[in-house]
């Protein structure tokens, strides 16, 4: 069963850091291409970074540049997006999804695989 998990969500101050993390399992996250998305309440689902299979490049929405930095870690099948100086905005649900084509990173509609998404609060 091809499955993406989400964890290391939570309440945070703004200013602070989180680490999340998505495993794969079912297949092998080597060959996909994996990004994070976050839909905040009555918004839209927006792209907020990518990773590449091939080479391991790497996107980011211009508001998180900065200060999100994704990394994977193939030999766990994970992917990681720290996020330090949380402000208020980046209050979501965030999810990852992987993909084995290429296209525009932040298309969600070129996503094959979506995880349930954790819930990031910052908030003082």
């Known amino acids: 069963q091809v499955q993406l998990v989400e964890s290391g969500g939570g309440l945070v101050q703004p200013g602070g850091s989180l680490r999340l993390s998505c495993v794969a399992s079912?297949?092998?996250?080597?060959?996909?291409?994996i990004a994070w998305f976050r839909q905040a309440p009555r918004k839209e689902r927006e792209g907020v970074s990518c990773?590449?299979?091939?080479?391991?490049?790497?996107y980011y929405a211009d508001s998180v540049k900065g200060r999100f930095t994704i990394s994977r870690d193939n030999a766990k099948n994970r992917v990681y997006l720290q996020m330090n100086s949380l402000k208020p905005e980046d209050t979501a649900v965030y999810y990852c999804?992987?993909?084995?084509?290429?296209?525009?990173?932040?298309?969600?509609?070129?996503?094959?695989?979506w995880g349930q998404g954790t819930q990031v609060t910052v908030s003082s």
């Open positions: 999804a992987a993909r084995g084509g290429g296209g525009v990173w932040s298309n969600e509609y070129e996503y094959e695989y």
């Open positions: 079912g297949f092998n996250l080597d060959y996909f291409t």
């Open positions: 990773i590449t299979s091939r080479d391991g490049s790497t």
